[in-house]
């Protein structure tokens, strides 16, 4: 067994979540009001605006109501902050924040509280909702937040040198020899523990067969040969080498750097890296290619990401707020979000948009990824089952624990968070 030898590291700030102590499940929620919502003015809270084009968003759906303006408020880029905000307003039953950018993780947390409106499963998850997408909207059969944007992790690789993509650990593994002979590193995803851990772990896991709890989140599941065989997997590309060590440092901009700058053949990371690779001045510009994860036996599948947008169950204007996030969901609206925003549409059809293709090539690929994406545990106590995930996966990567002590503790530790 190795030794340890590496620094543990923190979370960043645009994808950790800290552990809210007091969380509490619940099949039943019940609303945080009775009284029935009306129409005005309302406001929305999000996280911070990176790309600059919320404002357009909102000043078209603005201009068609004036009497229901939306007000934007950004609040912090740490999702940690984000969530602090809310929750804080949710036990004021203050009403402040009528409409939330909510992460797909905070849905069954949220909702079990009762501090969200439940929505018309018609008007916000209809058959154009991409279905992954709509899953993490739901909680306890109910939706309680409309998709507004979506995410998957896909394989960067470097297409002149390895010219097809992998579709298996196997042909990943035997495609490092090529890297080994162009003094390249091989693999690298996010290894740090934070968030990033937790969706990598998930999708070697959810790759090989493995789960981590029950649909209704009420039964823990990862103590299984499958999920042994998915972390095994991780394990042994740092044993062997083909995951550098340092690469149990990186987060997202750690290894999406080691990729920019030439010196790694295969990385797992967010869309989002295209554009940087894309650049005039990028050493990589016309030399890799986009393609699904690898899995055990053929494709993989990828962790979701993404936001959801929720009405406040103590909104005083609730009709609006709910119009307002259908409006958001349009292909009006999702229109603006892929080509102004470069995010992810959570509309299916977009994703072959000649239109949108042309400018984001790699939409086709990214709509078969999002098709099989597995959202991460949904359960009220997120926070602590993420902990368990990532505290047990970094042993595991590390060398302090073998794989089957670190599942069998991963099984222990989620017992005591989902309870």
């Known amino acids: 067994m190795r030794t340890k030898k590496w620094l543990v590291t923190g979370a960043i700030a645009a994808t950790a979540f800290a552990l809210l102590t007091g969380c509490s499940g619940g099949s039943s929620p019940q609303s945080g009001s009775t009284e029935e919502g009306g129409t005005g003015p309302i406001t929305f809270a999000s996280g911070k605006d990176l790309t600059g084009a919320m404002p357009q968003l909102i000043d078209m759906w603005n201009e068609k109501h004036p009497d229901q303006e939306v007000t934007f408020l950004e609040l912090s880029a740490s999702p940690d902050d984000q969530r602090n905000s809310f929750i804080q307003d949710f036990q004021a039953k203050s009403g402040k924040y009528d409409v939330?950018?909510?992460?797909?993780?905070?849905?069954?947390?949220?909702?079990?509280?009762?501090?969200?409106?439940?929505?018309?499963?018609?008007?916000?998850?209809?058959?154009?909702?991409?279905?992954?997408?709509?899953?993490?909207?739901?909680?306890?059969?109910?939706?309680?937040?409309?998709?507004?944007?979506?995410?998957?992790?896909?394989?960067?690789?470097?297409?002149?040198?390895?010219?097809?993509?992998?579709?298996?650990?196997?042909?990943?593994?035997?495609?490092?020899?090529?890297?080994?002979?162009?003094?390249?590193?091989c693999y690298a995803g996010q290894f740090a523990q934070y968030e990033g851990l937790t969706v990598n772990v998930a999708e070697a896991i959810n790759s090989a067969g493995g789960t981590f709890l029950s649909d209704d989140g009420t039964e823990v599941t990862v103590d299984s040969p499958e999920a042994r065989e998915g972390l095994q997997h991780l394990v042994d590309m740092f044993d062997n080498g083909d995951i550098n060590e340092a690469a149990i440092t990186y987060k997202e901009q750690e290894s999406a750097n080691a990729f920019l700058e030439g010196k790694l053949m295969f990385l797992r990371n967010w869309p989002y890296?295209?554009?940087?690779?894309?650049?005039?001045?990028?050493?990589?510009?016309?030399?890799?290619?986009?393609?699904?994860?690898?899995?055990?036996?053929?494709?993989?599948?990828?962790?979701?990401?993404?936001?959801?947008?929720a009405v406040n169950a103590f909104s005083k204007n609730k009709e609006t707020a709910k119009a307002w996030v259908e409006w958001m969901q349009s292909e009006e609206a999702q229109r603006v979000l892929v080509s102004v925003m470069n995010q992810a549409s959570v509309l299916?059809?977009?994703?072959?948009?000649?239109?949108?293709?042309?400018?984001?090539?790699?939409?086709?690929?990214?709509?078969?990824?999002?098709?099989?994406?597995?959202?991460?545990?949904?359960?009220?106590?997120?926070?602590?089952?993420?902990?368990?995930?990532?505290?047990?996966?970094?042993?595991?990567?590390?060398?302090?624990?073998?794989?089957?002590?670190?599942?069998?503790?991963?099984?222990?530790?989620?017992?005591?968070?989902?309870?």
Do not use: H
């Open 273 to 309: 890296v295209y554009t940087a690779a894309s650049a005039d001045d990028s050493v990589i510009k016309g030399k890799f290619g986009m393609a699904q994860l690898p899995g055990k036996d053929g494709l993989g599948v990828s962790s979701l990401g993404g936001i959801d947008l």
């Open 100 to 185: 939330i950018w909510m992460d797909v993780v905070w849905t069954s947390e949220f909702a079990a509280r009762g501090w969200l409106e439940p929505l018309d499963e018609a008007a916000v998850g209809g058959d154009a909702v991409i279905p992954a997408a709509k899953a993490t909207a739901v909680y306890d059969g109910q939706m309680y937040g409309a998709p507004f944007m979506t995410n998957a992790g896909l394989l960067y690789y470097r297409s002149d040198l390895v010219p097809t993509p992998p579709t298996t650990w196997a042909e990943l593994e035997a495609a490092c020899e090529v890297a080994k002979a162009n003094a390249m590193d």
């Open 348 to 419: 299916t059809d977009l994703y072959t948009d000649p239109d949108l293709v042309a400018v984001s090539p790699y939409l086709p690929t990214l709509k078969d990824s999002e098709l099989t994406a597995v959202p991460r545990p949904q359960t009220p106590n997120y926070n602590a089952v993420s902990l368990a995930i990532q505290k047990n996966g970094y042993a595991a990567l590390q060398g302090e624990l073998t794989v089957d002590e670190a599942i069998t503790q991963m099984a222990a530790d989620l017992e005591q968070a989902i309870k």
